[in-house]
């Protein structure tokens, strides 16, 4: 983690530590790859735990990393979601052990791409190593941070900081900003879970003025932060670290956002936690939900049926809740078809999202008011 020292307008509201990538310190043991290794040889050993780092030049490590991919691919091939994970973990696990060194700030293979970040992250460090693929993403979520993105609607770029949740699809954004211009009568609003604020920006976009933005991600709340500088807002936007209704004071507000992961899969890292979620989290946000939304307040939940389209699972969290439960009564209930295709050689995804639908849920609270 790395310390941060950025306050808001209402003083500080998050953690002062953001998560970065994990350096280490290799021990002699640890093999060397060069450009006249054998790469059979190189994987039987990253397959029985050896350790293994790159020299020579940046060729060398993506030409053997883009070679592990497509041994990956053949041997685990995605046919549908559940073996597209397993891909996924497979190319993980044989990944885990191979690292880049990095000297001065740069990483010390020839022509390789920098990074400002490993001189933000680490300035006391002069030689480590990070794992490959951490520096991959890092490389990968420093450009979307330059050059930001353009939302549907939004008059500016948002510019997710590193270890932020943003969408890679807007169908679930367009149907929020057509839900806004016509229900936009609001002063106080909750975007809980916002990552890096894109529902925020709408909120700000239909003139409400009072937001509370909620991530348990600190890098969330920072990139946030970052970008709310950026377009100068005059409005009231708190940004706080708070897991569902932890710690906030929601008893006077009129609308309540939510976008919740929406596939049923163990989440392990903060990134994770925006796509997947454990069981029993549905049924903990509703009950939270019902204890601290006043009846007045609107609720809005984002979702969409994925995972019942990819045969995940049988059941809806919503649907469940208000079939079972008597908390919530459905006020509104819109659904909109993809328009985004998936990349060519997904047969199996473009499959399940010709049926996928993004839905918005529009409930009220069935309780009576906090006396």
Known sequence: MKQLFEKSSQGTLFSSEIIIPETYQLQSKTSIISASDNNRRVLSGLKKGQKNYFEGTWGTAMAFYSWLKKQVQQRYPATDYASSRIQREKLNEWTKHLF????????????????????????????????????????????????????????????????????????????FDEWLTKNHSFSSAVDMGAGCGALTFYLLKHGIKDITATDINPNALFSLQQDLKKIKSTSSVKPVQASLFDGLDTKNIDLLVFNPPWLPMESHTNIDKATYYNPGFFEAFFESAHKNIPTQATMVLIFSDFAIAAGLTPEHPIETELQQNQRFELVERTSKSLQQKPSSGKNWLATIRSKEKIELWVLKSLKKPHA
């Open 100 to 175: 880049l060194p990095v000297k001065n700030h740069e990483p010390d293979l020839a022509k390789a791409p920098g990074n400002p970040w490993l001189k933000e992250f680490y300035p006391d460090k002069d030689h480590f190593y990070l794992r490959f693929t951490d520096y991959l993403g890092m490389n990968g979520a420093r450009q979307w941070y330059e050059r930001g993105i353009r939302f549907p609607g939004l008059k500016h770029k948002v510019h997710p900081y590193y270890g932020t949740y943003f969408p890679t699809r807007t169908e679930h954004l367009e149907i």
